[in-house]
């Protein structure tokens, strides 16, 4: 009796604590490391010698095809980030993840029998958390499958609208909350599904391309400028060596915190060090397409910088430069702290997909932007 009142308390701590444990404990089915072939990364990783994978730029995701009804993983996060499942393409649900320990997280269960598709997206910025992903358990034994990335690929360098700051607050009264934070419906990922692309995003909130919001400095240090050469957005100063994905288009989004309240940089600061990101760019990519964005916010000194970045790259071809957003948004369009919510990035998609389209010479399709 006592032996079982043991096992039966061990079960109800497990399947309340580690809800995954029940599907692995009672089902035959089988644990796959994350550095499995049949896995696939978008966006900066790292491979861990254990057969983990670890990384912390908002908006990496991965992909595979699993056999069975549940799939769980095995996951462990330096500090709080959140989780977009899609199953078989459809959004599930958003989960927060928090716990230094290796623990198990259900994914997905109660599907239908054969193999479907799994992508998990961290929808969080890095500073708040960096994510390590050690494998995954599914309900049935069998290989998984690879699936096929698509044939298109925009990387974006940005800054909060990158990262979808605030993109689920209910207005913009209400301050920044991690759970309001979503990249999913921020205007790269629209930009992305709109264009049927894979997506990869270097974006921090606050973060400039010379100067940081709010610092009393014309230069601050760690800018997204130098930390587009890291593995990592704030985990580690590790070098990334580019060879992991060549996009087709790579957009920059930056501006709007260099030209913030207290101090701004000169315009040369700003133009010359723009010209060497498109510069540093184009070492590892080679000759690619390059969208420079004019944000919707520019005020008269970014737009002094902007005209003088315009002045610059009027020689390099292809690299062009967004037309003027002033006025696009309205209240019903802003979520925390002025951002913009899904509907404000609806508008800033909408502007710039015919701009890509004929630089891209990418089809305009006869569907929603979403």
């Known amino acids: 009796m006592k032996k079982y009142f043991l096992n039966f308390s061990i079960f109800v701590i497990l ?18 490391k994350a550095d499995d072939p049949s896995i696939t990364y978008t966006g900066r990783t790292e491979k861990l010698q254990d057969g983990s994978v670890r990384y912390d730029w908002v908006g990496t995701y991965l992909q595979t095809s699993f056999p069975g009804s549940s799939i769980a993983v095995s996951i462990s996060e330096s500090g709080r980030s959140f989780h977009n499942i899609f199953i078989d393409g459809k959004w599930i649900r958003k989960i927060e993840i928090t716990g230094k320990q290796n623990h198990t997280v ?3 269960r109660g599907l239908s029998k054969g193999f479907h598709v799994l992508k998990l997206q961290k929808c969080t910025e890095g500073e708040f958390g960096c994510t390590t992903i050690h494998g995954f358990y599914t309900s049935k034994k069998g290989p ?7 044939t298109r690929l925009i990387e974006i360098y940005g800054d909060s609208y990158t990262c979808g700051y605030g993109s689920e607050a209910q207005g913009p009264q209400e301050h ?4 309001t934070e979503n990249c999913d419906l921020s205007y790269g990922c629209i930009i992305a599904r709109y264009f049927d ?3 990869v995003l270097i974006a921090h909130s606050g973060k400039g391309l010379v100067r940081n919001y709010g610092e009393n400095r014309q230069i601050s240090k760690n800018t997204i400028y130098t930390r587009s050469s890291h593995v990592y957005d704030d985990f580690d100063t590790l070098t990334y060596n580019f ?13 709007t915190n260099d030209y913030s309240p207290i101090v701004t940089p000169s315009v040369e600061q700003y133009a010359e060090t723009y010209i060497h990101l498109i510069h540093s760019i ?9 969208l420079c964005i004019i944000p919707h916010t520019a005020n008269d000194y970014l737009n002094c910088g902007l005209n003088e970045v315009r002045r610059r790259i009027r020689t390099m071809k292809g690299v062009y430069m967004s037309n003027p957003m002033p006025g696009i948004l309205s209240s019903g369009n802003l979520g925390a702290d002025d951002h913009p919510n899904y509907l404000g ?7 710039l997909i015919p701009t890509i389209s004929t630089i891209m010479n990418w089809r305009l399709e006869d569907k929603t932007v979403k």
Do not use: C, E, W
């Open 144 to 150: 998984l499958r690879t699936v096929k990335r698509k």
């Open 243 to 255: 060879s992991a994905y060549h996009p087709d288009l790579v957009m920059i989004n930056l501006g």
């Open 15 to 32: 399947s309340i604590f580690f809800p995954g444990y029940i599907m692995a404990y009672h089902d035959s089915g089988q644990f796959i």
């Open 345 to 351: 990035h609806q508008k800033i998609a909408m502007n």
């Open 197 to 199: 692309a894979d997506y």
């Open 282 to 290: 184009r070492k590892h990519y080679g000759n690619i397409t390059i």
């Open 176 to 179: 920044f909350k991690l759970n």
């Open 106 to 108: 259900v994914l997905a």
